[in-house]
């Protein structure tokens, strides 16, 4: 070998040597480092960003990679809202800066990375959340971060280089009760109190939905951490509304739902554009979920410090029927009150004859109806699990298929001599109702069956779907019983009008005519006009005795 190459390979051995050294020294430098002695700085440096107090358990350092480990991590909650740790973990990695904490043996922190935490987010009765005073609490100085005592991180602006939250679980509180989000993921780089950041966030929803969100937020508020704003695409698959907490499980509004869209926010104003689909959708008590998806194009205001947002002509479209829903919310301590207006034109009603379960309507047991539009004008209002829904209904040009009208009314239409039929053509049926948890009550009803006549009236559909209407039929006569019998008697051989109760279900509903009332509305209906008073009274008893004996008494 010539001498320069011994040179080369000597230099070599030198640098060899130098770097198993150093790597020798950066294995070993740790044992010999007793980085517990850091705790006590490493809490306060941590309080001091969070504005709560930090206990950590064991410290351990890895040079190689620049972090301290800590072992059973636990930041306390806003003692406003609780005594019980805000958060908890068997462990958590804090990046530092090397040489300012081997030399220096100060702490500056440039990650943060928490495994498997447990975090506990409790809103009060006044709609304030336990983590709105994190980082720093109400504004006091000792929140302002300076160039001299920042809690230890690079500089004013940049509040933690990396943050990184994995497989968390998260328990929201409200009102006492808990839903809780599993597999929460987060991350986001360089938190600013000045500037914006990218972050992104992902879990697994109470009923195994799934959440994801990615966008920028920042600059952090220093007064209230709920007030940062924020732009992200949001992602939501099957939020359960009733697992996640967000209505009553007794309320009777249910569903599950899919959207996504656009959400920003500005620190005052959160404000949502998208697409949302509602399945198994449920809107009063004593209802029934839907049989198909509801889709929903939506834009939702939302005030913050107000807690009230309005909706601005969401689209609803379910099967090819299409309707308006405008209005506006508000929180208010344990509840969400509504105030919302529904209205849909010419809706096909082969389409909203399954979305009918939902609003506590059902129709007769083995009956469907074909053709037709639906037209509908109702407000909703009030709490949630105590909504007010009040407006009008009707139907026109469709047919009740599967169900003999004519033959359930038995007597009634014996009475007009009026042929059974497997198929009621329908003109119109028009209705004002009230819907509220004690049930539906109808004020009018007209239903106009041209095979039949009009039956009028009103009453109420209990929750527990037992019908109590007391109604009026004006009956078309084609040679009936009564029909000729009045006729007989001197009658004009006109329509009848006949009351009579429908009672039962409202699956099985059972029309049973009025005793007390039906021979004076014969007599008012076919000898109108006369004035032999004494004749009347006989042709009364006449009727009466045969009514009795047509039906049974």
Not at 42 to 57: D, F, I, N, P, Y
Request: hydrophobic fraction near 40%; proline fraction near 5%.
């Amino acid at each position: 070998m010539s001498g320069n190459g011994k040179k080369k390979f000597g230099a070599y051995k030198i640098i060899a040597i130098v770097v198993a050294v150093i790597v020798i020294v950066l294995i070993a430098l740790p044992f010999f480092i007793d980085v517990n002695q850091f705790r006590p700085e490493l809490e306060s440096k941590l309080s001091a960003a969070l504005g709560r107090s930090v206990k950590t358990g064991n410290l351990s350092l890895s040079l190689f990679s620049g972090a301290v480990g800590m072992d059973d991590i636990t930041i306390a909650d806003d003692p406003a809202f609780s005594s019980s740790p805000f958060l908890q973990a068997k462990s958590l990695k804090v990046g530092v800066e090397l040489k300012p904490l081997i030399f220096s043996k100060e702490v500056r922190i440039t990650e943060i990375s928490l495994d498997s935490p447990s975090i506990k987010l409790i809103q009060s009765a006044a709609q304030r959340w336990n983590f709105s005073s994190l980082g720093g609490g109400k504004g006091s100085k000792k929140s302002e971060p300076s160039n001299s005592e920042s809690g230890g991180f690079s500089g004013e602006d940049i509040a933690i280089e990396q943050l990184s939250i994995n497989d968390g679980t998260i328990a929201i509180v409200k009102n006492g009760k808990a839903s809780t989000y599993s597999n929460v993921d987060i991350t986001a780089k360089n938190l600013s109190f000045v500037s914006e950041f990218p972050f992104t966030l992902s879990a697994v929803l109470p009923g195994d939905g799934r959440l994801s969100m990615e966008g920028t937020a920042g600059p952090i508020s220093r007064t209230d951490l709920i007030k940062t704003p924020l732009t992200a695409n949001l992602d939501v698959e099957r939020f359960n509304l009733i697992e996640s907490g967000f209505v009553p499980s007794d309320a009777g509004f249910a569903g599950v739902l899919d959207f996504d869209g656009l959400l920003t926010s500005d620190g005052r104003q959160v404000k949502s554009r998208g697409n949302a689909n509602a399945d198994r959708l449920q809107v009063v008590k004593g209802g029934s979920p839907a049989k198909q998806p509801v889709s929903v194009e939506y834009a939702v205001n939302y005030d913050l410090a107000q807690q009230k947002g309005v909706l601005e002509n969401a689209k609803m479209v379910y099967g090819k029927a299409e309707a308006n829903l405008n209005g506006n919310f508000q929180k208010r301590r344990d509840s969400l009150t509504m105030n919302m207006r529904l209205l849909g034109k010419d809706m096909p009603v082969e389409d909203m004859q399954t979305l009918l379960p939902a609003f506590g309507v059902v129709l007769p047991k083995g009956a469907s109806l074909e053709g037709g539009v639906l037209n509908a004008d109702m407000t909703a209002s009030g709490p949630i699990d105590k909504m007010n829904i009040v407006g009008s209904t009707d139907v026109s040009n469709t047919s009740l298929v599967g169900y003999d009208l004519a033959g359930k009314m038995a007597v009634l239409a014996q009475l007009a001599g009026i042929q059974s039929d497997s198929r009621t053509d329908i003109e119109t049926l028009a209705s004002s109702m009230r819907m509220t948890p004690e049930g539906i009550r109808v004020n009018p009803i007209k239903l106009v069956v041209p095979a039949i006549g009009e039956l009028t009236g009103s009453g109420v559909i209990n929750p527990d779907k037992s019908l109590d209407l007391k109604m009026k039929a004006i009956l078309k006569t084609s040679g009936g019983s009564v029909g000729g019998l009045a006729q007989l008697m001197g009658g004009k051989g006109g329509p009848l009008t006949i009351p009579f109760f429908i009672r039962g279900t409202a699956s099985n509903p059972q029309f049973v005519p009025d005793m007390a009332n039906a021979a004076g509305s014969i007599i008012k209906s076919q000898f109108s006009g006369q004035d032999d008073e004494e004749g009347e009274s006989n042709t009364g008893k006449a009727i009466g005795d045969a009514l009795k004996g047509l039906f049974g008494d």
